[in-house]
């Protein structure tokens, strides 16, 4: 039967183009299994101007409290030049143990073992007392304007709460068992303009060179470390991701240089905090002789960390599959688990990460089940009689 079967879900999902911002099929799929399952799913698409319409879907079983909510997405980044994979991005094939395909680990595999690990625990305890909900967009690869974020707010507009979320990004390194995402941390981006005077640079008198200005305005952010790290957070780190002058001529003093950096930043750290001590460093760098403006974009990727003892179910659940104990990071882009944190405690754990985006992404069949026995054992934890 195709429904508890891991790979076989995979194998669907990953047949279906979903390539953001098209659906493809995936969710459709989804909400058949799931509804065929008893859950009540609904499929709300989101527009705004100026970004493609995205379909959404939440899907929930039962109606009490404790209330576990499994997330993630069904679009995948598209597959490149698809002569250069060993499969069609989109066959689910398999060879030698492995599941190739766009999205087998980024994330339709991390899907189905949510969907397999559902179904399994629901088959032996279909009167369990609370609820189980995924919450699975078609907009986390693109403008992610359309997806989660707005999910969320619809959900909690018609009453809904939910206890605990695993978001099944893939966060293993290497192997099964290796790491939890138990936060994530900020990013801010920063745009840096010093102002000169064209001229001919053999009369410099008459012009103002701004590369000198530019060079110490950079050495002066990035001076003194922001921090040394917290607990759970490496130190917030500032890279300069391009300067540009743009001058063809070799005789011409250039009238502006540009330059942006981002910063990963930890806990330690507002946006605006951050902006604030950044704003300061470039004041004393540029003391009473460089000319700039600088401007920050807005963000919506604050440093957020969840407290990990909640989420012992998840982390007993992997040990016993793995034998290990994963580590609890912080590492990494940001992900959708920075809007859920809004909504209830999150964490993240799905498959090894290694091949996401790349030609030839693929997964071991034996992980899609052990992922699918991980959350299994999971589900069982929360949803036991005894209090937690
Ligand atoms: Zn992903």
Not at 48 to 61: H, K, M, S, V
Not at 134 to 155: H, M, S, Y
Not at 229 to 242: K, Q, Y
Not at 261 to 285: G, T
Request: hydrophobic residues 40%; proline residues 6%; contains cysteine.
């Amino acid at each position: 039967m195709i429904a508890a079967s891991p790979l076989g879900l995979a194998q669907a999902l990953i047949r279906c183009p979903s390539v953001t911002p098209e659906e493809g099929g995936a969710l459709r799929f989804i909400a058949q299994v799931l509804g065929d399952a008893g859950f009540e799913a609904h499929r709300p698409v989101f527009s705004a101007e100026g970004t493609p319409d995205i379909e959404n879907l939440y899907a929930r079983f039962g109606v009490g409290h404790p209330y576990l909510l499994f997330a993630g997405h069904t679009d995948v980044v598209p597959p490149g030049d698809e002569t250069r994979w060993r499969h069609d991005p989109f066959a689910g094939a398999v060879e030698s143990g492995e599941l190739f395909g766009r999205g087998a680990v980024d994330m339709k595999g991390g899907v189905a073992c949510m969907m397999a690990a559902a179904l399994r625990f629901l088959a032996d305890r279909p009167d369990f007392a609370g609820s189980l909900g995924f919450l699975i967009t078609g907009d986390e690869e693109g403008p992610a304007v359309n997806g989660t974020v707005k999910l969320l707010e619809w959900a909690r507009g018609r009453g809904e709460r939910f206890d605990h979320c695993i978001l099944g990004e893939p966060t293993n390194p290497q192997a099964l068992g290796d790491m939890i995402k138990i936060g994530r941390r900020g990013s801010l981006t920063g745009r840096l303009t010093v102002h000169g005077k064209q001229g001919h640079v053999a009369y410099p008198q008459l012009a103002e060179n701004p590369i000198g200005g530019m060079v110490r305005l950079l050495a002066g952010l990035e001076a003194e470390p922001l921090d040394a790290g917290t607990a759970h957070f490496d130190a917030s780190n500032l890279e300069v991701t391009t300067v540009d002058v743009g001058n063809a001529a070799t005789n011409v003093i250039p009238m502006e240089a540009r330059a942006t950096f981002n910063i990963r930043f930890n806990d330690l750290w507002s946006p605006q905090a951050l902006e604030d001590e950044l704003r300061r460093r470039l004041r004393e760098a540029a003391g009473n002789t460089v000319r700039y403006t600088a401007e920050f974009e807005p963000t919506n990727a604050v440093a957020f960390l969840t407290a990990p003892d909640s989420f012992g179910f998840l982390i007993e659940a992997i040990e016993l599959e793995t034998g290990r104990r994963p580590a609890l990071s912080t590492s990494g882009g940001t992900s959708d688990a920075r809007f859920i944190k809004d909504h209830c405690p999150v964490v993240e754990f799905g498959l090894v990460g290694q091949t996401m985006h790349q030609v030839d992404e693929r997964v071991a069949v034996a992980d899609l089940e052990r992922l699918t026995a991980i959350y299994q054992g999971a589900l069982e934890r929360y949803f036991s009689d005894d209090p937690q």
